[in-house]
């Protein structure tokens, strides 16, 4: 069986591989010369308090010289259905296609087994292929990670478990929309799709909500954001929602707000000041940093459990002879 | 493999699709050993019929036991028994030839590497070509060899010959049918084509709209049928239980009777009936059950 699944995907594995290849030599030398800037290493700067000349000087460089690379990041968030989708939509679709699941499955390898041993190996290749990439993605990031932290989309979304979940909910898709449809391009439409929707709607509305944010009530400080010093959330932290409060911790509309700031403008003086002396606060929700990897396996669960859901309709339509 | 086993035996079986009923009620009895032809036009439930008997669907009613065991449960024993070439013969086509052997062997416990690498060779194919580059005989001729690689009792062809072109066509029955000469494997291959049938099987099961309306040994079939023809009459002799068809020409009637061999009413004449016309005969029959639907 090993070698007939090679056989019949080896292309596939082969262009995948080549892809994580190419993008992940690319991030390696491009990370090392990044890397490079941090004498001591990017982890000798984490932390306000250890912020010292060289580690600014160094986060200048990063940004002049880098900040273009961690734009184009941007492009592997569809890393994870590339691999996922190819892999999984010929899995059964070919094989309705041509016609031959007639010959695979009337040898004397019972059609369960088959098709265990396809998914096994195929959502293998996918976590490898899709794990080594996040692995070179997540060193590649580590500076960036120091500055910004890790918490923001751009970060989140390529690091940790959740490419590997994703991955595998997109060949968990794509393998049984290839078992419904009985074709392979649209089943691979099919899980883009998927994939793009449960990713935008977990990523926007229930990943906020996977803890409860904690709430920062301080008043404005006269002097504007300079001396905010000690003062929560800090980067690596997830704000979500931000505003202002009264004197009184209820929350100004943006309306009430935008008529402070008129106000401010008519007495001529400095807005965080005129706001200091009105006793308005500012209120930051988050979510602190160091909820990153609860996040990360709540969110990897969620597309997990599809990608079972999925594979588990797979293993039912072909041990009741659906297809 | 002893006489009396049987290779094949239904029991009411039916499967239904989404549309409708593509087979209904289907109980049959096919003996091991020997050739049986299962006849029927384009969407009378034949493909569903085979697909039934090799496991790949699973009946909706009813039973089916290959060569004494449930095929349901697809056992790899059951599996390894059973040789099967579906409609249009299917194959990798990026495979080498090579390969699809080895697929082949991958795939069974039981695989005559050997045999089917010298059926191949006697019949000029290279085991280095893409199956996807060879002709459709030869294509049909490669899975042919793949099935009867695994040395099956039963071998099942869904429409072997239905695409190829006439040499072609001739080549593999030729080849069919010398693997039958050689070995103790029942053959079970369904057509649409009624001609030549006589020549090549043994056992017939006719297959129309999802129902059987005949089957049974070739040569009892055609015993017990005769042509009787007389004068024009709207009635006939008085046997209309067995009358399968009654055709009136200008002057005379002539009939298709399943009576054995009963002395023959005076002014009639009784004359053998060829297979071919015996099947059309059972085809053309009205009266069978239409809410069964086709899905071939």
């Known amino acids: ?323 | 493999m002893t006489t009396g086993e049987f290779a094949l035996r239904t029991d009411g079986v039916g499967k239904r699709y989404r549309k409708g009923w593509a087979l209904r009620d289907c109980t049959l009895a096919l003996p091991a050993g020997g050739v049986i032809a299962l006849v029927g036009p384009n969407g009378a439930g034949k493909t569903t019929l085979l697909r039934l008997v090799v496991g790949l669907l699973a009946p909706s009613t009813g039973t089916v036991e290959v060569l004494g065991h449930d095929v349901t449960a697809s056992t790899s024993r059951t599996l390894a028994r059973i040789g099967f070439l579906a409609q249009d013969h299917p194959l990798y086509k990026r495979f080498t030839v090579a390969e699809m052997l080895r697929f082949g062997r991958a795939c069974n416990l039981r695989f005559d590497q050997g045999l089917a690498e010298h059926r191949l060779a006697k019949l000029g194919i290279p085991l280095d070509r893409r199956t996807g580059t060879l002709s459709g005989g030869q294509q049909a001729q490669v899975a042919l060899a793949l099935a009867l690689a695994k040395r099956p009792d039963l071998l099942v062809l869904d429409e072997p010959v239905a695409s190829l072109d006439p040499l072609a066509r001739h080549e593999f029955m030729q080849v069919l049918m010398g693997a039958v000469a050689e070995g103790d494997v029942t053959v079970l291959f369904s057509s649409h084509v009624v001609h030549e049938l006589e020549r090549v099987c043994d056992h017939l099961v006719v297959l129309d709209n999802g129902r059987v309306t005949l089957t049974g040994d070739i040569d009892t079939l055609l015993t017990e049928h005769r042509l009787l023809v007389g004068p024009r009459t709207a009635t006939g002799p008085e046997r209309s239980g067995a009358v399968v068809e009654t055709v009136h020409s200008e002057r005379h009637t002539t009939l298709l009777v399943r009576d054995g061999a009963l002395p023959v009413a005076p002014g009639w004449q009784a004359r053998p009936v060829a297979l071919e016309d015996l099947v059309l005969a059972y085809l053309r029959r009205p009266g069978v059950d239409v809410t069964a639907v086709g899905a071939a």
Not at chain 1, 83 to 102: C, H, K, N, S, V
Request: one cysteine or more.
């Open chain 1, 1 to 323: 069986m090993t070698w007939l699944i090679w056989r019949q995907h080896r292309t596939e594995v082969c262009v995948l591989g080549l892809l994580v290849g190419v993008f992940g030599i690319a991030l390696l030398v491009l990370g090392t010369q990044a890397h490079d800037l941090f004498p001591g290493g990017p982890a000798r700067c984490a932390g306000e308090a250890r912020l010292d000349e060289a580690c600014v000087a160094s986060f200048r460089r990063l940004d002049d010289e880098y900040g273009f690379v961690e734009n184009l990041l941007a492009a592997f968030y569809l890393m994870p259905v590339v691999i996922g989708a190819f892999l999984g939509a010929p899995l059964l679709a070919r094989e309705l296609e041509d016609g031959t699941w007639q010959l695979a499955w009337t040898q004397a390898v019972p059609r369960t087994r088959w098709l265990a041993a396809k998914l096994a190996a195929l959502a293998g290749v996918t976590a490898a292929l899709i794990g080594t990439f996040t692995a070179v993605l997540t060193w590649f990031r580590r500076p960036f990670d120091v500055w910004e932290g890790r918490f923001q989309y751009d970060a989140f979304d390529l690091q940790g478990l959740v490419p590997v979940a994703y991955a595998l909910f997109a060949f968990g898709i794509a393998t049984a929309a290839g078992a419904v449809l009985r074709r392979s391009l649209p089943a691979f439409g099919v899980a883009f799709g998927a994939f793009l929707a449960a990713r935008m709607a977990v990523g926007l509305l229930a990943r906020p909500a996977y803890a409860t944010p904690l709430t920062s009530v301080e008043p404005v400080p006269a002097g504007g954001s300079e001396d905010r010093a000690g003062h929560r959330p800090g980067v690596a932290d997830w704000t979500i929602d931000h505003g202002y409060a009264d004197a009184a911790g209820r929350r100004l509309t943006s309306s009430e707000y935008l008529e402070l700031e008129a106000a401010a403008d008519r007495a001529g003086t400095n807005l965080n000041q005129f706001l200091h002396a009105r006793g308005v606060q500012q209120v930051e929700v988050y979510h602190p940093a160091d909820r990153f990897w609860a996040f990360q396996i709540v969110e990897a669960a969620l597309f997990a459990t599809v990608a079972a859901v999925a594979i588990g309709v797979v293993v039912w339509r072909v041990r009741r002879r659906v297809v």
